[in-house]
């Protein structure tokens, strides 16, 4: 079967120093991905990659075949316009209220009227658990998991063929990080999605993830099934799910 | 490495790193700019940047106005009165105002004001990615953040001049009538005699170029800023600062280019 996201030695550096160095990675359609490894190991980096909003140094990143790093600007816009992203705070628009959050693709793409396009985002929040009395609230007004929740149907409301999802559980207690999988995992399944999640949290990588990798020095070090994590004799990822002080994995605290 | 051969490399780095700055600020400029002609376009953005710009502005604009023009009816009559000259009060002012003060002070206070916001929230903007959101949203930043702030800048510095150069003439009326004893009508008869079109549009063109200056420098630096609150901050500061001096420097150029006998 073809991947539907096939990377091959993407390289980025930012000044001296390397974040990807040769990332090899396939996402089979309909699975979901989660990537797993420590802070600064480039795995934002490598999500933004393949949203073009960080442009690598070399490699490849093709969606469904097409290489999305030399596709004209309105293709990749076209491209972009199937991906839903939920960024690891949130990254909702304080200026605007809820709704207009979960609509902002909607509007933006479809020009659909703004009236339709509240009626659509009432829609969408009850998908993720909130009511409509949320819809007319500055996101500032909501707690992390609500916010959390917003961010998740603004990256749904169009329906994406692809989503992206960085740590999805930062910041929030178990419960409600569960709450958060959960919802991820129901959204995905529904719409047929492909997925990437990135994440530190083995729970939720384990929830979410069918299949797995882990970045390290720049490298996907190691895959296998999401369920295998925690139970995988690999020392890097043994190490990592563990949170072992020892082991062949160096933490630079000091540079 | 020999010591002057170090100097020169650090003033070649400096030299390309200025360079750099110029550039990037001209295509960001220009990009701008491109976004305000071409669809597709965001009124509601520019209303609330209008609003932000100009609405919000109008106190601290109003008092600075009113208070000038009438510190400089007490300072003209201090210099006039020594050479029996007192009769040119008014028309001091109002020149100066209309001229001059009106959209240099206007466009100082707007910059400490509207353009600090302005790099505040996009800095904000871009180090909780919500930047980056707008383009997986299908948004280009650029026209959606900037383009409306440029346009709005354009706009609303000239409305504000307006109201400035009439507080600042009624400042100085003030004081000349009620507190240096002018009779109020020769005053006004005096202020408007001496006082042309050119003067004003002369004024109106420099608030344009100001609101344009003042919301260019608060979004590039509020776009670019980085690493958290710390980057945040410093883009404030900067957008201010050069906002300001860009002002002053801008405003000899424009006198110079509009400068009538």
Sequence with gaps: MTPKIKIRGLKKSFGPKTVLDGVDLDVMPGTAMVVIGGSGTGKSV?????????????????????????VSR??????????????????????????????????????IPRKTARHKSIEILAQVGLDATVADLSPAELSGGMQKRVALARAIASSPKIMFFDEPTTGLDPIMGAVIDGLIVDCVKTLGSTSIAITHDMASA??????????????????????????????????FTHGRREGPIRMALRK | MNPILNLIAAIGAAVLNGLGFIGELAIFAATGLLGVLTPPYYPRQVGRSLMEIGF????????????????????????????????????????????????????????????????????????TDQIDALTTLSTDPMKYLVAPRLLAGIIAMPLLVVIADILGVLGGFLVASLKLGFNPNTYLISTFSNLRQDDVVSGLIKAAVFGFIIALMGSFNGYRSKGGA??????TTSAVVSASILILALDYILTQLLFTK
């Design chain 2, 230 to 235: 710390q980057g945040v901050g410093a883009a």
């Design chain 2, 56 to 127: 919000y502005s109008l106190p601290v604009v109003s008092l600075t106005a009113l208070f000038t023009g009438m510190v400089l009816a007490l300072q003209s009559y201090t210099g006039f009165s020594r050479f029996n000259a007192e009769s040119a009060i008014a028309s001091v002012v109002v020149l100066s105002v209309t001229r001059e003060l009106g959209p240099v002070l206007a466009g100082l206070m707007v910059s400490g004001r509207a353009g600090a916001a302005m790099a505040a929230e996009l800095g904000t903007m871009r180090v």
């Design chain 1, 206 to 239: 384990v929830r979410i993830g069918d299949t797995a990798a882990m970045l390290y020095n720049g490298k996907i070090t190691w895959t296998g099934p999401a369920a295998t994590l925690l139970t995988t004799d690999n020392p890097l990822v043994d190490q």
């Design chain 1, 74 to 111: 309105s293709r990749a816009k076209q491209r972009r316009a199937q991906i839903g992203m939920l960024f690891q705070a949130g990254a909702l628009f304080d200026s605007i209220p809820v709704w207009e959050n979960v609509a902002f693709g909607l509007l933006a793409e479809k020009k």
């Design chain 1, 46 to 70: 490598l999500i933004k990659s393949i949203l073009g909003l960080v442009t690598p140094d070399a490699g490849s990143i093709e969606i469904d075949g097409e290489d999305v790093l030399t």
